[in-house]
């Protein structure tokens, strides 16, 4: 074989061998935006994350994780929103007796020594006092940790917020996770459980903005609930 066959082979057989990978590259393109491929590539999609053990000696979810610094939205959601004005209308003071001038707003404030914000109202009260439903929804979680003690979570109708109870002395009876509350039902007491100082029983209240997929303990927002409840919100009061 003379040098211009030499040449002449091995350029047909790269024009070959290139024309094989551009066909398989685009194969593989195409059967990666597959339904069935996207469920094996989408951790989000396909698996949700184990949810936490219950471990009161644990310091997560202290208040559910809840970090408007650490908000991350998974893949395959859509992105938490802010409550509309008709929820901070229909909002009332989670505890019995207790009037909209009796608030503070503490949502800014430090705690750990700076290292981390509020996020939350804290409203004082007398140990016992009864604490009850902000708005209606659903039990999404009862909860004991270190800092927030006993806690409840719970989800609106639309599954976009969350309200979050800490620092209670008792759960009311018969409470029990799945179950529907309605404005102004009974979940339970103010007291000083958790890291709250017996000095100073409060309801620790929290509101988070979410998404509809995400799981209580799951990064969220956390929304100021005082000018919320310095609305039209009216004195808690037991229904």
């Given at each position: 074989?003379?040098?211009?066959?030499?040449?002449?082979?091995?350029?047909?057989?790269?024009?070959?061998?290139?024309?094989?990978?551009?066909?398989?590259?685009?194969?593989?393109?195409?059967?990666?935006?597959?339904?069935?491929?996207?469920?094996?590539?989408?951790?989000?999609?396909?698996?949700?994350?184990?949810?936490?053990?219950?471990?009161?000696?644990?310091?997560?979810?202290?208040?559910?994780?809840?970090?408007?610094?650490?908000?991350?939205?998974?893949?395959?959601?859509?992105?938490?929103?802010?409550?509309?004005?008709?929820?901070?209308?229909?909002?009332?003071?989670?505890?019995?007796?207790?009037?909209?001038?009796?608030?503070?707003?503490?949502?800014?404030?430090?705690?750990?020594?700076?290292?981390?914000?509020?996020?939350?109202?804290?409203?004082?009260?007398?140990?016992?006092?009864?604490?009850?439903?902000?708005?209606?929804?659903?039990?999404?979680?009862?909860?004991?940790?270190?800092?927030?003690?006993?806690?409840?979570?719970v989800r609106s109708p639309d599954r976009l917020t969350i309200h979050h109870y800490a620092h209670l002395a008792e759960y009311a009876p018969g409470l029990k996770e799945g179950q529907r509350v309605r404005r102004g039902q009974r979940l339970g007491s103010v007291g000083s459980t958790g890291n709250a100082s017996n000095d100073a029983?409060?309801?620790?209240?929290?509101?988070?903005?979410?998404?509809?997929?995400?799981?209580?303990?799951?990064?969220?927002?956390?929304?100021?609930?005082?000018?919320?409840?310095?609305?039209?919100?009216?004195?808690?009061?037991?229904?």
């Open positions: 074989m003379n040098t211009a066959d030499r040449i002449l082979t091995i350029v047909v057989t790269a024009t070959l061998t290139s024309a094989a990978w551009i066909i398989a590259g685009g194969s593989l393109i195409e059967n990666a935006g597959s339904e069935s491929q996207l469920a094996s590539t989408r951790p989000a999609a396909s698996a949700p994350s184990p949810a936490p053990p219950l471990d009161t000696s644990s310091d997560l979810p202290s208040y559910g994780l809840q970090r408007s610094g650490a908000v991350a939205a998974p893949l395959g959601t859509v992105a938490a929103s802010q409550p509309m004005e008709m929820e901070g209308r229909n909002l009332m003071v989670p505890v019995l007796n207790i009037r909209k001038a009796d608030l503070s707003d503490t949502f800014t404030d430090d705690r750990a020594g700076g290292r981390r914000l509020h996020e939350a109202i804290d409203i004082m009260a007398p140990q016992g006092t009864s604490v009850v439903a902000a708005a209606p929804g659903t039990i999404e979680r009862l909860f004991v940790s270190k800092q927030g003690g006993n806690t409840i979570y029983p409060h309801l620790h209240f929290s509101i988070l903005r979410t998404t509809a997929d995400a799981e209580w303990w799951e990064p969220s927002n956390a929304i100021n609930p005082y000018p919320l409840l310095m609305g039209d919100a009216g004195t808690g009061s037991a229904n």
